[in-house]
């Protein structure tokens, strides 16, 4: 049975909803297990796909209410980055999570969350300024800066995030343990097609044509994590793949790192810890995907697509 849903733009009403299902829960909300009156929250920019319903199971399998947000995020975005025309699709999105299970959206207008004197920023440092913060220098204010305010609004037991965007993933683990702020983070793993490309929102910039190149993106991190488990090291691997890369299609390859994912200090060779992060542009559209390199040791190399 689909669960009616409420749609909340105010930060009043939504403290007051929050009241509601924290006070009170009816025969069925998961009564008589550890879920009991928790709440997990799913931020999202819209445009939903199957992987952020992936992201409100996870939720789910934590707590008997999940409340979601759909807001894209002017702070995270740069003069000149697809803000505008990025996608907003908002009954269709209403529409999946109300039939994936959730119980508050929280959709609130730019002016609401920033005021016009609005000037609090939150500064995570220097690992900001890496990899997809390397092009992107004000990304990961932005977005700590709005994931503080959501936290602070919603007040979650958890809060779950996709392991495809695994720098912010890191980033906000780090931000929430630095700052005390009391919610649980859970990793949702990466959904993709099936020739292995991982879903985006963005993935409706791409033409028929460069849907067929994009999953190579996949497919090469692959490559290079078999590479690194022979025990071969990065800097000549990965100049190898860069180049695959570009003849498969790519217009430009930003970066190629391969880092220690409970530090995100590089390596030079991988270890247990290993993860490689990408972002790559086909055409104008910037795609970004990681593997962590002993998982995908564990699995064939997947030769999808040729
Ligand atoms: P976004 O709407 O792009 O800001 O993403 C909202 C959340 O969904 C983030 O935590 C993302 O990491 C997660 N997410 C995006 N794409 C995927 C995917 N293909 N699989 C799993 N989670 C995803």
Redesign the pocket.
């Known amino acids: 049975m689909v669960q009616a849903m409420e749609r909340i733009h105010d930060s009043q009403r939504l403290r007051q909803a929050l009241g509601a299902l924290r006070g009170g829960h009816s025969a069925g909300d998961g009564a008589g297990d550890g879920r009991i009156g928790r709440i997990a929250f799913?931020?999202?920019?819209?445009?939903?796909?199957?992987?952020?319903l992936?992201?409100v199971d996870l939720a789910l399998r934590h707590s008997n209410h999940v409340v979601a947000s759909l807001f894209v995020?002017p702070a995270q975005f740069a003069p000149g980055e697809d803000f505008a025309l990025y996608p907003r699709t908002v009954d269709e999105d209403c529409a999946k999570l109300a039939a994936a299970g959730v119980r508050l959206v929280f959709l609130p207008t730019a002016d609401h969350l920033y005021g016009p004197d609005f000037s609090t920023s939150v500064n995570i440092g220097r690992l900001g300024q890496l990899y997809c913060g390397k092009k992107r220098p004000d990304h990961f204010a932005g977005v700590c800066l709005v994931m503080t305010k959501l936290l602070n609004l919603v007040q979650p037991d958890y809060v779950?995030?996709?392991?495809?965007?695994f720098q912010?993933?890191f980033i906000v683990q780090k931000m929430v343990r630095e700052l005390n702020i009391p919610v649980t983070i859970l990793q949702?793993?990466?959904?993709?097609n099936l020739q292995g490309l991982?879903?985006?929102?963005?993935n409706q910039y791409l033409s028929k044509e460069q849907m067929i190149i994009a999953p190579r993106l996949y497919q090469r991190l692959h490559e290079l994590a078999h590479t690194l488990g022979e025990g071969k090291s990065f800097a000549g691997a990965s100049r190898r793949i860069k180049q695959q890369l570009l003849d498969d299609g790519f217009t430009m390859v930003e970066y190629l790192s391969l880092i220690d994912q409970r530090s995100f200090h590089p390596l030079a060779h991988a270890s247990q810890s290993a993860r490689l992060l990408c972002a790559a542009y086909l055409g104008t559209v910037r795609l970004i995907d990681t593997i962590a390199v002993a998982d995908a040791c564990r699995t064939k190399t997947r030769r999808m697509g040729r």
Do not use: W, Y
């Open positions: 799913v931020p999202t920019m819209g445009a939903l796909h199957a992987g952020h992936c992201l995020n779950v995030l996709g392991e495809k965007d912010q993933f949702a793993r990466t959904i993709r991982a879903l985006s929102s963005r």
